[in-house]
Every structure is written in C-alpha cells, then in structure tokens.
C-alpha cells in the first residue's frame, strides 16, 4: 500500500485556533506535530468525516448527513443528525465529537514511522559504540524482562540501564524498539524521549517543567501536590496529540491512571489496535535520564532503616513512582538507578549494565 505523510488539513488553513469554518480549537495547531506518521491520503478533503473540528458551524443536517452517510458503522442505525447540527451550531464540539465516535467509523489506517520518530526524539549527536550480537541479544531480553509484567506482583516495572557516555545506551534503546517493540511504536502505543534533547527545546515541553517544578532545589516549589504526576500525564496527553493530529482535552489526563486510559483508547481507535492484540501495551522510555536522577524530590522520601537514614527521592524514582501499576518503564542513563528501598518494595527493577 503506497504510504505518505500525513498532514491535518484544517491545520493548514488559517494560523490561528479557529478554523476558516468559524470552529475554534481547544489547543494549538498541530501540523507541525506529525512528521513522523505516515498513512491514507487525508489531505485533499477539508471536511472530516471523523472530525467534527473541520466542518463548518453553519452546516445543516443535511450537510452532515451528506458527509457521514457512507461512513457510518451501521446504515440501518444513523445518528440524529438534527442534534448534531445543532451541536456544531453552538460549539459544542466535544460532545459532538462523541456522537461522532459512537455512530462514524475510525479514520483511514494510520501508523507512526519508527524511524522518523526515533530520529525526531533521541540524539542524532551521541557517539553510539556498537554492541556485539550476542550481547545485544543478552541485553534486549534483560530490558525485555524489566518491563513485563510479573505474574502474582502489582508492582511496576522498571528496566535501568546504567552506563558512562558513549557506551551504546541509545543504541540499545534503538535496538530494543526495532526489535522488540517495533509494532506497538507504530500503533502509537511507545512513548521516547531523551532528556537532553528535551532541554533543548524552546519552549521547554511543559511535562517536563512540571517534574522539574517538584526538585527540591526549585525555590518556586512550595507545597505538597505531586506535580511529577501530572508532568506524566502531560507527557502522554502531548505523545497521543502529536501522533493523531486531533486535540487531546487535558480533562481526559488529569490522574496517571486516567492518562493511560485514555492512551489505550484514543490509540486503539485512531490506529485500529483490536482489543485482544498483544505486545502493544502502553511504555515510556527516557533516555539521557542524568537531569531526574541527579535531582532531589521535594517532599517524597525514602524512610529511615537499620542500615539507612532517610533520604529524599530522585525525581527518576518519582517518576517511575508516578507510572500506574503494573505498566513498565524504561531509563537509561549514565546514573540511572535507583536505592535499593525503593527497588525492594515499589518496583519490580531489573538493572542493566554498565555495558561494555
């Protein structure tokens, strides 16, 4: 099947958050956010079926009937298309989009480009040095083993691979995505991201100046609420955003728990994943992870011991701490650990390194 990249066409419209239908978007446009996923041409067609942010306020019922007809999920079960006229003629576009859902079928297959995504967000800079075969298989099947789930254990997972610079340690998470992961990547079920790169950016994504906000040496981080959690959440709303090209309400973000439900959904519906299919369940892997590990949590502590006094959190165990059980995570870096308090009872932790 010939594939493209895919582009929003309402986002090429007007450089501003309402469309050239008079609709206003939630969120800032999303063209540029999509580089990396290719699929069925979408571009030549202004009004979406799927899409209810692309048609115009002024449509009738039966304009909407005109659009959806051919693409309803079953013909003898239509929507009430008067409802729904009246609904874009008052903005109410969220419940709109509802409806859309319950009664349209899922937009034309679409897949995120491994490649491409890899390049946009991990180094392109890093010196890799190259791990021989058998010990990248070794290593593979160790991250492998930190991120599955543990049978009779609710406790998440976390696969730390800890090594000097120049190692291979992104190399390895190349390798584990293209050879382990590769298929829940396209379905936009893998979250990436190098922390180095991250700090480039201008502005700083907003995930990660919400876990940074928690750092005990942030003099503007008073108070107790867990902000590395909703960094998370963040994270992921800004992941599903980019890869779909339709706007993420943060409503549906606020918990970890609900951010990950809302990944699972709004990927199975926009990627097509069947309910059953395995290996594509939601993973983040942060890469460079030396700005988390080496910053104090704010408040989170680790309690004393008879062979240790209390100590605070890193922002990298906060975080692992804020990823919904039993779901798995990756960190690589030069210091990427964690204390062992943590590893004994918060985490099933599976260390990896330091490589060769």
């Not at 180095?196 to 950016?201: F, I, L």
Request: hydrophobic share 35%.
């Amino acid at each position: 099947m010939l594939r493209i990249r895919v582009v929003r066409g309402y986002n090429a419209m007007v450089p501003s958050h309402r469309n050239a239908h008079g609709n206003t978007f939630p969120t800032p446009l999303l063209l540029q956010q999509c580089r990396y996923v290719v699929g069925g041409d979408r571009t030549h067609n202004d009004y979406e079926y799927w899409n209810p942010y692309t048609w115009p306020m002024t449509w009738s019922s039966s304009d909407i009937k005109h659009l959806l007809s051919r693409n309803l999920l079953d013909s003898g079960n239509p929507p009430n298309y008067d409802s729904m006229s009246t609904l874009l003629g008052n903005n109410d576009i969220s419940s709109l989009e509802w409806l859309v859902r319950e009664y349209v079928k899922p937009p034309p297959p679409r897949v995120v480009d491994v490649a491409s995504y890899l390049l946009e967000h991990l180094s392109s800079t890093a010196h890799c040095a190259e791990i021989p075969r058998r010990e990248q298989e070794k290593l593979l099947a160790l991250f492998e083993l930190g991120l599955s789930h543990r049978i009779g254990s609710e406790k998440r997972g976390a696969a730390l691979c800890h090594s000097r610079r120049g190692s291979g340690k992104t190399l390895l998470v190349k390798d584990f995505v293209n050879h382990k992961r590769s298929e829940a990547m396209t379905c936009g079920r893998v979250i990436v991201r190098c922390c180095d790169v991250t700090t480039r950016g201008n502005p700083q994504p907003l995930w990660l100046t919400k876990v940074l906000q928690d750092c005990k040496q942030n003099q503007q981080s008073g108070g107790s609420s867990n902000s590395t959690d909703a960094g998370l959440c963040e994270l992921i709303r800004a992941h599903v955003e980019s890869i779909t090209g339709y706007p993420q309400n943060p409503s549906q973000y606020i918990t970890p728990n609900d951010a990950y439900a809302t990944w699972k959904r709004e990927t199975a519906w926009w990627f097509g994943i069947p309910p059953a299919k395995e290996n594509v369940d939601p993973l983040i892997i942060l890469d460079t992870c030396e700005l988390l590990a080496e910053r104090e949590h704010k408040f989170l502590e680790h309690a004393a011991s008879g062979i240790a006094a209390k100590t605070s959190y890193t922002l990298l165990e906060a975080f692992c701490l804020a990823i919904p059980s039993p779901h798995g995570i990756g960190f690589v870096g030069c210091n990427a650990t964690f204390d062992d308090r943590f590893s004994l009872t918060l985490a099933n932790v599976t260390n990896i390194g330091p490589l060769n």
